[in-house]
């Protein structure tokens, strides 16, 4: 008995598990059309090859809170506070480095 509730447990969490991945990953999805349109619109020094890796970089080193910013201005669209969010997120020593490996990928350094 006690082993048929414990799978019946892991099972349920393995669905949680895998409704949370979907739910995060359709985040992501939305918030990189915001982080896109933020580079292309407010850091004009960025070159055009270089906007979707350095969306995938700030996307990657986002927390939960920025990357709700970024969803959010995908449905209401880019404001000052999305570019502040971005602003942030490209300071961190981890974004840097996934920046620069991106333009050295891309020949553009």
Same mark, same amino acid.
């Given at each position: 008995?006690?082993?048929?509730?414990?799978?019946?447990?892991?099972?349920? !969490?393995?669905?949680?598990?895998?409704?949370?991945? =979907? $739910?995060?990953?359709?985040?992501?999805? %939305? /918030?990189?059309? #915001?982080?896109?349109?933020?580079?292309?619109?407010?850091?004009?020094?960025?070159?055009?090859?270089?906007?979707?890796?350095?969306?995938?970089?700030?996307?990657?080193?986002?927390?939960? !809170?920025?990357?709700?910013?970024?969803?959010?201005? =995908? $449905?209401?669209?880019?404001?000052?506070? %999305? /570019?502040?969010? #971005?602003?942030?997120?490209?300071?961190?020593?981890?974004?840097?480095?996934?920046?620069?490996?991106?333009?050295?990928?891309?020949?553009?350094?």
């Amino acid at each position: 008995m006690r082993y048929v509730i414990l799978l019946t447990l892991t099972l349920g !969490l393995t669905a949680c598990d895998q409704v949370q991945t =979907a $739910v995060d990953n359709t985040a992501r999805q %939305t /918030a990189k059309g #915001a982080v896109a349109e933020t580079l292309a619109t407010r850091f004009p020094q960025v070159p055009q090859p270089l906007i979707t890796p350095f969306t995938d970089c700030i996307i990657d080193n986002a927390g939960a !809170l920025e990357l709700r910013e970024f969803a959010r201005a =995908a $449905v209401v669209g880019v404001t000052d506070d %999305t /570019a502040a969010v #971005a602003r942030e997120v490209l300071s961190r020593p981890e974004t840097q480095q996934c920046l620069t490996s991106a333009a050295l990928a891309r020949g553009l350094t």
